[in-house]
């Protein structure tokens, strides 16, 4: 059925750009997958309709009429742009939604800088992140996986390390500058605390460094980016989390009084996943991604640290 009197029929056009293409009507066919003759029959066809000759025959070869290369070229660029149009069509119509729950300072410190990377590797998978200090009920399917901060042990969950927090105080060259000096971890109680929600992180690295916070001076913050920011103000020392501000050290905004860096899982950074239903296919994707560079960063700020 022909949809417009100005338009020759498709099978004929087809067979007049693989032609034109292959300059050849026995390759054409074996393109084709049909017979020589019915490429032969298309041309006759489109010919006609056309009213001008598009080939001139030898022997052994073929070669365009003035008329039939100016058409070639035409019908080529057509072809291209429904061929471009199609996979424009085809690829958003394939494009899987992989929804997280993240919190905001692992968003902001560490994954938004990277996800381009994803991007380049998993096109076909658009992430939406939900960056929120709510701990998403994955089992209600408020969100595919998400990425929590502690020690891995949150019921009705399955958790997955991807990767444990490097823990060492951190202060504004500021407030060493003008505060109390500090040179060793005792030091640290002339100074405020910064504390984020439960305090474990301090009671972490003071454990491994003999130092009883008892007669800590502390300031209790909701969220990590808020600890952090009041660190930059100099408003007291923050436990750095080294996988997060590792720019903040390298620019000289933050600064490390002591050597002693912490790693402990109970400060990980965790993958979670509903406990009643196996990941998506590209949710496991995102997973795998995420456990890679995960494992980049942890050897990355070792690195770092040691030099």
């Known amino acids: 059925m022909r949809t417009s009197p100005l338009l020759p029929p498709l099978p004929a056009l087809r067979a007049f750009e693989t032609v034109g ?3 050849s009507f026995r390759r054409a066919s074996e393109d084709l997958l049909i017979t020589q003759s019915a490429v032969s029959h298309h041309i006759a066809t489109l010919e006609r309709e056309l009213g001008v000759k598009l080939f001139t025959r030898g022997a052994r070869s073929i070669a365009f009429t003035p008329a039939g290369e100016r058409y070639f070229v035409a019908v080529r660029d057509a072809f291209a742009v429904i061929a471009s149009g199609t996979a424009e069509v085809r690829t958003h119509a394939s494009r899987i939604r992989v929804s997280m729950s993240v919190l905001p300072s692992l968003a902001a410190n560490w ?3 990277r996800l381009s990377r994803f991007t380049e590797r998993h096109p076909e998978i658009d992430l939406a992140l939900d960056p929120t200090l709510r701990l998403a009920d994955i089992d209600a399917g408020e969100a595919d996986l998400a990425i929590r901060y502690g020690d891995g042990r949150w019921a009705g969950v399955e958790s997955r390390l991807m990767m444990s927090e490097r ?3 951190l202060a504004s060259p500021a407030l060493l500058r003008t505060g109390a000096a500090v040179h060793e971890p005792k030091d640290l109680l002339n100074h405020t605390l910064l504390l984020v ?6 009671e972490i690295w003071a454990s491994a460094n003999s130092l009883d916070l008892n007669r800590a001076r502390t300031i209790q913050l909701s969220d990590y980016n808020v600890a952090l920011q009041a660190a930059l103000d100099g408003q007291g020392i923050v436990l750095g989390r080294l996988l997060l501000v590792g720019d903040r050290l390298r620019t000289g905004a933050l600064v490390q009084p002591f050597a002693s860096v912490v790693t402990s899982s109970r400060a990980g950074h965790w993958l979670v996943t509903p406990k009643r239903r196996r990941p998506s296919p590209a949710t496991s994707l995102v997973m795998d991604w995420l456990l890679e560079v995960g494992s980049d960063a942890e050897a990355a700020s070792s690195a770092a640290t040691a030099a």
Do not use: A, D
């Open 21 to 23: 293409r292959r300059m």
């Open 111 to 113: 994954l938004v800088p």
């Open 167 to 169: 823990l060492t105080p």
């Open 197 to 202: 929600s439960r305090p474990y992180e301090w």
